[in-house]
T-cell receptor, first 113, second 112 residues
Framework: EAAVTQSPRSKVAVTGGKVTLSCHQT?????MYWYRQDTGHGLRLIHY???????EKGDIPDGYKASRPSQENFSLILELASLSQTAVYFC????????????FGHGTKLSVL | GDSVTQTEGQVALSEEDFLTIHCNYS??????LFWYVQYPGEGPQLLFR?????EKGSSRGFEATYDKGTTSFHLRKASVQESDSAVYYC???????????FGAGTKLSVKP
């Protein structure tokens, strides 16, 4: 079974601080994604990547940066965390092909105080 | 841009009730459509998918038919169980390099 591991599972951050969320996959997948989950909004796409050392902006990239240093690792960086970034963040990977399914991690619950 | 609309935010049913969750999409090309299910404390997981008009996807008693004419992919189940309580997401992918987009999700609660 394909595996996506997110760390940490939960984090409390202070407003204005820097937060890094990490994602590691052992699926040998080229494509990786970061989504944000909020009640009433579902899963919204923040950043994604097709290949190592390259990232793309999703639908809500403002306030977030992404880094893909290798095929296996994909990080989401909040340089100046804000209250509005309190949410659950999911990382996912998938293989090439339009019909390919996403494999999700268990999520990171981020609380910004 | 490409998008998915789920009209029901929450659905509350009793066991053995019939379930319908509506999903409509808007896409620039010919999308593949997905239903994902998310249990508490976990990430979403694929329920099933369909990639052609009139194709039916199904799994665990749930089913949906791809309807290009009405741009819909409604989720149905004839008799729900308490264990079906979860959040259900409709999603689409338009082409290989296009990131999947999700609807707002529907929280299903089933009472015994």
């Amino acid at each position: 079974e394909a595996a996506v591991t997110q760390s940490p599972r939960s984090k409390v951050a202070v407003t204005g601080g820097k937060v890094t969320l990490s994602c590691h996959q052992t699926n040998n997948h080229d494509y990786m994604y970061w989504y944000r989950q909020d009640t009433g909004h579902g899963l919204r796409l923040i950043h994604y990547s097709y290949v190592a050392d390259s990232t793309e902006k999703g639908d809500i990239p403002d306030g977030y940066k992404a880094s893909r240093p290798s095929q296996e690792n994909f990080s989401l960086i909040l340089e100046l965390a804000s209250l509005s970034q309190t949410a659950v963040y999911f990382c996912a990977s998938r293989d090439r092909g339009l019909n390919e399914r996403l494999f999700f991690g268990h999520g990171t619950k981020l609380s910004v105080l | 841009g490409d998008s998915v609309t789920q009209t029901e935010g929450q659905v509350a049913l009793s066991e053995e009730d019939f379930l319908t969750i509506h999903c409509n999409y808007s896409a620039s090309g010919y999308p593949t459509l997905f239903w994902y299910v998310q249990y508490p404390g976990e990430g979403p997981q694929l329920l099933f998918r369909a990639s052609r008009d009139k194709e039916k996807g199904s799994s665990r008693g749930f089913e949906a038919t791809y309807d290009k004419g009405t741009t819909s992919f409604h989720l149905r189940k004839a008799s729900v169980q308490e264990s079906d309580s979860a959040v259900y997401y409709c999603a689409l992918s338009v082409n290989n390099n296009n990131a999947p987009r999700f609807g707002a999700g529907t929280k299903l609660s089933v009472k015994p």
